[in-house]
């Protein structure tokens, strides 16, 4: 650890509640966050908690202009025994580790990320909701902030932590089914690129499909290969899993693919139930033919956000493809049942992916 104890600044003015049926999703944040600095020639130094606030950032900070950032997104719950549980926290650290170099952002030891996250929603435990549902969203967030504009990794460091009492992602509530328009042009990530790090570049990138998507009334889009654009990989800000018959299959990892925590608690949780689970290449063709043979039986995304995103309609500018009727597949239901009750703690945690926060 290198870290040291994190001192706690506490609020005098704290911010008003939002009744947890209106919380939605990323509107509402808590009283304080955290942040560690780090620099080339000191390293992590001065993690704290304090009241949440704006950051004081000099506008050449090299985020600004060359997004140099990356983030986490994790979720803290409130079991019905009143106990709060961190869900997979080190697996999220170890990713913002693994994913920073990529950046050129240093990384925080993964033992000093977990620390910092505990000692921030300890903090805030009360804010940490209870209803169905609800849960803390923890957005851990990497910037350069170096005032400099020359063009090479940046000296200066932010680490923060945000806090977020949320709701179901999508306003229609979780496993509403979703309309998805497949993208044949615009691209999320290319081979040698930045899709397999949560870079805020990513995001950036996909905003315009999304746009496109929503105002022809879908709920996002379906990324495809960024070379052919014939094999899936990704959808929204999920991974995408498909039942074809009897196999549950995503795409294999790949450095334009998320390595998404949800998606390793699917594969874990569908191998352990014995099915057939598959990490293979997905072409768009073989689903189209799938759903006309009557093969393809769910569609579905995995992501912390939603947990589990069923897909009820497939569609190009040509044809749509209708699956499961537009209704929540069997396996979406039972995949979405079995993590959230993991992650409230009314299910045993066979796998070890909970951290009690006390
Ligand atoms: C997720 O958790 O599925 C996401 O990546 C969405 C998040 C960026 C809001």
């Not at 202009?65 to 986490?72: C, P, R, S, V």
């Not at 504009?149 to 709701?167: D, H, K, N």
């Not at 499909?209 to 094999?231: C, F, I, N, P, S």
């Amino acid at each position: 650890m290198t870290l040291g104890p994190i001192p706690v600044t506490r609020t005098t003015s704290p911010r008003p509640r939002t009744p947890e049926s209106e919380l939605g999703f990323g509107k509402v944040f808590t009283d304080h966050m955290l942040t560690v600095e780090w620099t080339a020639k000191t390293g992590w130094h001065d993690a704290k908690v304090v009241p949440y606030g704006p950051l004081a950032m000099d506008p050449a900070a090299s985020v600004l202009h060359y997004g140099q950032a990356m983030f986490e997104g994790m979720k803290a719950f409130r079991g019905a025994d009143g106990k709060i549980r961190l869900f997979r926290l080190m697996r999220h650290c170890q990713r913002m580790a693994a994913g920073a170099p990529r950046l050129c952002l240093p990384a925080l030891p993964p033992e000093d990320m977990a620390a910092a996250i505990q000692a921030i929603v300890r903090t805030d435990a009360d804010w940490v909701p209870g209803a169905p549902e609800s849960s803390l969203y923890i957005r851990p967030t990497l910037i350069a902030t170096e005032a400099f504009l020359g063009v090479r990794p940046a000296e200066r460091v932010l680490f923060y932590v945000i806090l977020s009492p949320v709701g179901a992602y999508y306003g229609g509530g979780a496993l509403t089914p979703v309309k998805i328009f497949i993208e044949r042009q615009l691209t999320r990530a290319a081979p040698g690129g930045l899709g397999a790090v949560k870079a805020a570049a990513n995001y950036a990138a996909s905003l315009q499909a999304a746009v496109r998507a929503k105002q022809d009334g879908y709920a996002q889009v379906l990324w495809l290969d960024g070379v052919k654009h014939e094999t899936i990989e990704e959808v929204g800000t999920m991974n995408l899993f498909v039942v074809i018959g009897d196999e549950l299959v995503t795409p294999p990892l790949s450095d334009s693919i998320l390595s998404g925590v949800t998606r390793d608690c699917v594969l874990t949780l569908g191998r352990e139930w014995g099915l057939k689970v598959s990490e293979r290449p997905i072409a768009v063709a073989e689903v189209v033919a799938a759903h006309k043979a009557g093969t393809l039986k769910e569609v579905f995304g995995s992501g912390t956000a939603a947990v589990i995103s069923p897909v009820g309609e497939l569609a190009t500018e040509a044809d749509r493809m209708v699956i499961n009727d537009g209704k929540v597949g069997a396996l979406s239901l039972r995949l979405y049942e079995e993590i959230t009750a993991i992650q409230r703690g009314t299910r045993p945690d066979t796998h070890g992916w909970l951290t009690v926060v006390d």
